[in-house]
């Protein structure tokens, strides 16, 4: 496994990070065959092998705080731990932060941050008196919260939290076809880089949105977005995996279901040591007008 700055956190990191929706076995209106605590400690203990150290998670994810905290409770010490809130005010988010620390088995995490930003009047709610960033402020002094980040699919917010305060992380959208059709992404990978905010990178192995109906009847029901089939769309996977890390993230994180983490965790290597090229994207060209007027955010996210 190749480990990588994350930013300027003084951080090494896998260069592709486990999902912790992956462990779970309910997550939104989906429960998944077969998975639960065994598989759980399965995934968890596979990925370790593997050399993955950073772990990311959220209350969000159905039951994997309590799935995948138990599957790494002997492991703590060896890994980054990443967590979220997506509460904007600080009394809520506290509460969420410590059922966290307690499903998690940890008094500190390595990364807490506020998630899923989508506006700019959420970013204006987090960083109001009584807000969540007063909690995240507080936490990173008392050493509970080492570092502090967010996530956040709307660029103009992300690069105006930026400016706003001096984030470790950033957790963003960094996908081939938002990229190649909207522009999506260039703003935020240029200030993180410029900043040195370390740059996690969502959505890499997504091909467009889908709706709820064939989200859940489809194989990969844990991925909020529709990612590209494993059994044939391999070499155009390959080369928007490719093209997301020519953007500048120094970190990936696969959809939620094992397949496509395994997939990236065995592919990596290869990947890095062979960057995106005119080949790939010729693929990726090939590919967009299939999916360019397919849904995937709100148009207000890359306006």
Known sequence: MKYRKLGNTGYEVSAIAYGGIVSSKHVDDAVIPGDGQMKSDYYVSWALDQGINYFDIAPGYGDAQLLMGNSIKDHRKNIYLACKTKYRDRKRAEQDLQESLKLLHTDYFDVYQMHAIDSMEQLEQAFAPGGVMELLREMKEKGIARKVGLTVHCEEAAVKALEWYDFDTVMFPVNWHMNLAHGMGNRICKAADEKGVGLLGIKSMIECGWD????????????????????????????????????????????????????????????????????????????????????????????
């Open 212 to 303: 709820d109906e064939t989200r859940y009847n489809s194989i990969y029901p844990k991925s909020w977005c529709r990612p590209f089939y494993l059994d044939k769309d391999t070499e155009v996977l390959i080369a928007a995996i490719k093209y997301s890390l020519s953007l500048g993230p120094d970190v990936l994180i696969p959809p939620g279901n094992f397949e496509h983490f395994r997939f990236g965790v065995e592919h990596i290597d290869d990947i890095l040591k062979h960057p995106f090229s005119d080949d790939d994207m010729e693929l990726l060209k090939a590919r967009l007008p299939l999916v360019e007027d397919k849904p995937f955010f709100d148009s207000s996210c890359y306006a």
